[in-house]
């Protein structure tokens, strides 16, 4: 006789519940992803300056424009939550306390890769644009380079740019305003 295993598979609200009895902590850097708990690796010391770097140049750039929002969730579906290292979002004066994030309200996230490129890639990407997110950067730090992901179409980006220092780059929902690919890159 065989016998099947089978995986059980969680959604965001007993994801939530996890948290809310003591299972996850706030130590457990943990993200859902298609119904699995998700291991998060380390944030390295140049992992963390990129992030805190974005945190400065867009609250700088998008100031009364945009939110800007840090390693917090954003719920894709009732199955996927990851948090991704920045995500910036419509403008909301509640700064979004009275409401989840969602792809909709998304204008572009940025996955900051130093050990995590082709989870970043491979897992997260696709997940993104089957979310609806619009634009997705993916910032290669071994490689120097960021990846950009634009024009979704039938959850797939159509357009994909690899940018190095020297070049520049911007978020397609504010075209006004651009950044250099070295200072984001640090």
Request: hydrophobic share 40%.
């Amino acid at each position: 006789m065989q016998i099947e295993a089978s995986k059980k598979l969680f959604n965001v609200d007993d994801y939530y519940r996890m948290a809310e009895v003591g299972i996850l902590g706030p130590e457990d850097r943990v993200e859902l992803i298609d119904g699995e708990i998700i291991q998060m690796s380390p944030i390295g010391t140049r992992h963390a300056g990129c992030v805190t770097r974005l945190n400065r140049l867009f609250n700088s750039a998008f100031k009364g424009r945009a939110i800007v929002s840090i390693q917090n969730p954003l719920r894709l579906n009732n199955y996927t939550e990851p948090e991704p290292d920045v995500v910036l979002l419509k403008y909301r004066d509640d700064d979004y306390s009275n409401k989840k994030m969602l792809p909709d309200d998304a204008l572009l996230v940025v996955e900051v890769a130093e050990t995590t490129l082709k989870y970043d890639g491979d897992v997260k990407l696709p997940r993104y644009a089957a979310g609806g997110v619009p634009e997705v950067w993916i910032m290669d730090l071994k490689g120097n380079r960021l990846l950009v992901y634009r024009d979704l179409k039938s959850s797939a980006f159509q357009t994909t740019l690899t940018l190095k220092s020297g070049e520049s780059v911007l978020v397609g929902a504010f075209p006004d305003i651009t950044f250099a690919v070295g200072e984001l890159l640090g």
